[in-house]
Nanobody
Framework: QVQLVESGGGSVQAGGSLRLSCAAS????????RAWFRQAPTKEREVVAG???????YYADSVKGRFTISQDNAKNMVYLQMNSLKPEDSAMYFC?????????????????WGQGTQVTVSS
């Protein structure tokens, strides 16, 4: 079993930055895919960024150049650095992990999910 716990969310003004952290426990090292998703009220959950254990990150077009996903495999940590935040980035952000070789944006490939951390960006 794997547990994922997100932290680092909060309220910021547009243009600000936040760094989200995801602490994993259990058999996390065996899960080759890690990602951050987000879900705003009345909207579907969408991928923000993903990364394989060996690197090679993926970013949604909406966050390219602003967000950076990283990981510390020795510490079982995944991070999301968010810069130049916009009001439309406001959402609950979830850390996820899974296996398989489908694209990193494939929501159904993620088996383990955290409870989420809220990000609110004001204009």
């Amino acid at each position: 079993q794997v547990q994922l716990v997100e932290s680092g969310g909060g309220s910021v003004q547009a243009g600000g930055s936040l760094r989200l952290s995801c602490a994993a426990s259990g058999s996390f090292a065996w899960l080759r895919r890690r990602a951050w998703f987000r879900q705003a009220p009345t909207k579907e959950r969408e991928v923000v960024a993903g990364i394989w254990t060996g690197g090679n990150p993926y970013y949604a077009d909406s966050v390219k150049g602003r967000f950076t996903i990283s990981q510390d495999n020795a510490k079982n940590m995944v991070y999301l650095q968010m810069n130049s935040l916009k009001p439309e980035d406001s959402a609950m952000y979830f850390c996820a992990a899974g296996s398989g070789w489908a694209g990193l944006d494939n929501l159904n490939s993620y088996v383990f999910w955290g409870q989420g951390t809220q990000v609110t960006v004001s204009s």
